[in-house]
């Protein structure tokens, strides 16, 4: 399984995007399902997280702004981002780790800016 993420963009602070993650293959059977970013000279850092049970995590920074959710019939993930703030710009990457594998898309830039 392959993933490609879309959807960055540049918005202004409040703005909002949409971004999505198309697995190349079934991801049915996964166990996690998750979002990560990376800001210019910082860490990569987890934003939220579909568990197997159905559950969805989130980062403190993102909570009550940004929804993950999935389309198992479109084998995609998604990612709404609501009032965007100048700290959301970075590469945003999506993750699935099934079968025992960590599998990264190749990200999108989300920028933040007035």
């Known amino acids: 399984v392959q993933l490609q993420a879309s959807g960055g963009g540049s918005v202004q602070p409040g703005g909002s995007l949409t971004l999505s993650c198309a697995a190349s293959?079934?991801?049915?059977?996964?166990?996690?399902l998750s979002w990560y970013r990376q800001a210019p000279g910082k860490e990569r850092e987890w934003v939220a997280n579909?568990?197997?049970?159905?559950?969805?995590t989130y980062a403190d920074s993102v909570k009550g702004r940004f929804t993950f959710s999935r389309d198992s019939t479109k084998n995609t993930l998604y990612l709404q981002m609501n009032r965007l703030k100048p700290e959301d710009m970075a590469v945003y990457y999506c993750?699935?780790?099934?079968?025992?594998?960590?599998?990264w898309g190749q990200g999108t830039q989300v920028t933040v800016s007035s």
């Open positions: 293959g079934s991801i049915s059977s996964a166990g996690t």
């Open positions: 579909i568990i197997s049970d159905g559950r969805t």
């Open positions: 993750r699935v780790v099934q079968g025992g594998r960590v599998i």
